[in-house]
C-alpha cells in the first residue's frame, strides 16, 4: 500500500433537509495516511458532511466508499466496524464511567463472547473483559493519559477529554479518523500537543484524518489539501497553502489573516 490509495472517496453529495439543502453536490477524497482538512464558517455544512460519511444521515443523492467499498444502507455502528471513528464537536464522555472504561467500550465491537456469557459472567465474559482492559491501558500509555485511567473521565481537564474519545475512537482499530473539531477550547500548549500526537497517529497507525477546524494555524501545520465549503458548496479544494491565499476563501472565512 502507498500513501496513494485512495482509502475515502466523497461522491456528489447532496443532503436535502425539506426546502434546506445542506450540502450542495460535495466531492473529494482522502489518501491513505493522509490528514485532511475541511474547513469553512459555521453553518457552512461541515458536522452534516461527517454524519454523512458516518451513516448518522442518509444523503438524498450521491455516495461514499471507504477502501473502495460503499457504505450505501450500512448502520452507523457498522460503519464503525468498516474502519471509520470519530469524535464530536461536543465532548461526548458516559458520565458515570472511569477514563479506562470509556476507552473499553470501543473495543466493543471485537468482543467474542455472547449476551448470556456477559450477562452471567461466565465462559468468555472474563478472558474477554481482561483483554479489552490491557488494550485499553496501552490505548491510555500511547495517548499519554494512563495515569488518569481510575478517575471520572468528566472529571478532567478539557484538553485530557478531547484525548479520551481519541483514545476510544483508536480502540476500535480504525482506517479513517474523522475529528470534529478537536482543538476546540485548548490552550496553546494543548493544541500544540494534539498535533504531535496526530502526527504520530498517522505513523505508527497507517491512519488517514479527516479533519474540522477552525483553528487554521492548527490545520496549516497539519494538513496539506483542504476542502473550504461555505453554505454547503465547495468553495476551495486544494493545497492549504493555495487556500490561504486565495482570495474567495480570504474574504468567507480566513478575513484578512495571513498564514506562513
Do not use: W
Request: overall charge negative; hydrophobic content about 45%.
Amino acid at each position: 500500500m502507498t500513501a496513494n490509495n485512495v482509502i475515502l472517496q466523497v461522491e456528489n453529495i447532496v443532503m436535502q433537509f425539506g426546502g434546506l439543502r445542506a450540502i450542495d453536490n460535495v466531492s473529494f477524497h482522502v489518501d491513505e495516511a493522509e490528514i485532511f482538512g475541511l474547513i469553512g464558517p459555521n453553518g457552512a455544512g461541515k458536522t452534516t458532511l461527517f454524519n454523512v460519511i458516518t451513516a448518522n444521515y442518509k444523503p438524498t443523492s450521491g455516495c461514499v466508499t471507504l477502501a473502495g467499498k460503499s457504505i450505501k444502507g450500512l448502520k452507523p455502528n457498522q460503519v464503525v466496524n468498516a474502519g471509520i471513528a470519530r469524535t464530536f464537536q461536543n465532548i461526548r464522555l458516559f458520565n458515570s464511567m472511569t477514563v479506562l472504561e470509556n476507552v473499553m467500550v470501543g473495543l466493543d465491537h471485537a468482543s467474542r463472547y455472547s449476551l448470556l456469557e456477559a450477562a452471567l459472567h461466565i465462559g468468555r465474559y472474563f478472558p474477554a473483559e481482561r483483554a479489552a482492559r490491557a488494550k485499553a491501558l496501552e490505548l491510555l500509555e500511547y495517548i499519554g493519559i494512563a495515569e488518569y485511567a481510575d478517575l471520572q473521565a468528566t472529571n478532567l481537564s478539557y484538553g485530557n477529554q478531547r484525548k479520551v474519545e481519541i483514545a476510544r475512537a483508536l480502540a476500535t482499530a480504525p482506517q479513517l479518523l474523522l475529528l470534529d473539531e478537536p482543538a476546540a477550547g485548548m490552550n496553546p500548549k494543548e493544541t500544540e500537543d494534539l498535533a504531535g500526537l496526530i502526527f504520530r497517529m498517522r505513523k505508527d497507525y497507517q491512519l488517514s484524518v479527516l479533519l474540522i477546524e477552525h483553528d487554521m494555524p492548527f490545520v496549516n501545520a497539519l494538513c496539506e489539501r483542504v476542502m473550504v465549503l461555505e453554505y454547503g458548496k465547495p468553495l476551495f479544494s486544494g493545497l492549504m497553502s493555495e487556500a490561504i491565499q486565495h482570495p474567495e476563501v480570504i474574504s468567507a472565512y480566513l478575513g484578512e489573516v495571513r498564514y506562513a
